[in-house]
T-cell receptor, first 116, second 113 residues
Framework: DAGVTQSPTHLIKTRGQQVTLRCSPKSGHDTVSWYQQALGQGPQFIFQYYEEEERQRGNFPDRFSGHQFPNYSSELNVNALLLGDSALYLC???????????????FGPGTRLTVT | AQSVTQLGSHVSVSEGALVLLRCNYSSSVPPYLFWYVQYPNQGLQLLLKYTTGATLVKGINGFEAEFKKSETSFHLTKPSAHMSDAAEYFCAVSVQGAQKLVFGQGTRLTINP
């Protein structure tokens, strides 16, 4: 049973460029969430996708956008990169419960983005 | 809004000693609480969770945590530390319907031989 996978594992970009990160959820999961983890910090919620729509969003600017595909995989796009966007980007998948809640989130290994 | 405070950014214990990692949360509605572990250059692995029911929850690798509503705490414990427990530990909170996790700053656990 494949867990959450992310690509690429590492990425180096220049300020002002755009980047796309990819995530495949755990088998059987239908919800994907993205988190940003700066060095020495806890992960911070960016947004969550379910049924190909953004359902909830954290305190991140519009430069951060995403997409979910019919097979439940997801992309995170960041435009006009800033030095402060350097971080580990984590994808987490979960299964929406009939109550509407998603309890356990399973995390991928992350993509390390460095902006120079 | 929910928040999490982890007391102690760095905890050091001897191998075989008790591990106690502290977590306090703030939530205006009944919370769901989680502990995750992160090994170097890896993602987060779920150790245990509390949603409803029994307030003492057991997780993987011998860890357990107790939900104390009156103290708004969810401390993580393990009776006897192993060298393999050295890692970063994160406490997180969510609420039903919120669909997102709010994490603490993390506690780095070091095990001394």
């Amino acid at each position: 049973d494949a867990g959450v996978t992310q690509s690429p594992t590492h990425l180096i970009k220049t300020r002002g460029q755009q980047v796309t990160l990819r995530c495949s959820p755990k088998s059987g999961h239908d919800t994907v969430s993205w988190y940003q983890q700066a060095l020495g910090q806890g992960p911070q919620f960016i947004f969550q996708y379910y049924e190909e729509e953004e359902r909830q969003r954290g305190n991140f600017p519009d430069r951060f956008s995403g997409h979910q595909f019919p097979n439940y995989s997801s992309e995170l796009n960041v435009n006009a990169l800033l030095l402060g966007d350097s971080a580990l980007y984590l994808c987490a998948s979960s299964l929406k419960q009939t109550s509407g809640a998603s309890y356990e989130q399973y995390f991928g290994p992350g993509t390390r983005l460095t902006v120079t | 809004a929910q928040s999490v405070t982890q007391l102690g950014s760095h905890v050091s214990v001897s191998e075989g000693a008790l591990v106690l990692l502290r977590c306090n949360y703030s939530s205006s509605v009944p919370p769901y609480l989680f502990w995750y572990v992160q090994y170097p250059n890896q993602g987060l692995q779920l150790l245990l969770k509390y949603t409803t029911g029994a307030t003492l929850v057991k997780g993987i690798n011998g860890f357990e945590a107790e939900f104390k509503k009156s103290e708004t705490s969810f401390h993580l414990t393990k009776p006897s530390a192993h060298m393999s427990d050295a890692a970063e530990y994160f406490c997180a909170v969510s609420v039903q319907g919120a669909q997102k996790l709010v994490f603490g700053q993390g506690t780095r656990l070091t095990i001394n031989p």
